[in-house]
């Protein structure tokens, strides 16, 4: 049985998904994530990132903004995409990253090789 935190700390089964919802803009898919990226909740965005991978373009930028926390399910899933992309000349990128996904990337050392930026427009322009 799959458990996360509910909002006041208690414990009990979360049927919440992500909602993604992916474009594409300036060679590069944005990929907008919409929910807490948890072990039980993360599947749609799995799903989503698994057949980008598997598609023409190796280039993603997650839009993060409505993402307001991400667990060690989300970090795995972030550097697994990060690395197939990566062997199919493409790129991950992160884009408005909420507070407490900043602090768990900082924590995990991730920062180092998940590139972060203010905005999805930011992410796409950059060299």
């Known amino acids: 049985m799959d458990f996360s935190l509910a909002r006041d700390g208690a ?9 993604v919802e992916a474009t594409e803009r300036d060679g590069a898919v944005i990929v907008t994530v919409t929910g ?25 930028v997650l839009d993060l903004e409505g993402v307001p926390m991400c667990d060690s399910s989300g970090l795995n899933l972030f550097v697994r995409t990060r690395t197939e992309l990566l062997a199919a000349d493409g790129w991950l990128r992160l884009a408005a990253t909420q507070p407490m996904v900043d602090n768990v990337l900082h924590i995990t050392n991730l920062d180092r090789i998940l590139p972060r930026y203010a ?4 992410a796409t322009a950059a060299a």
């Open 11 to 19: 414990s009990g089964q979360s049927s919440e998904r992500v909602a």
């Open 36 to 60: 807490r990226v948890l072990y039980d909740t993360l599947g749609p965005l799995a799903d989503r990132l698994s057949d980008l991978v598997a598609g023409p373009s190796p280039r993603v």
């Open 119 to 122: 905005t999805v427009e930011e």
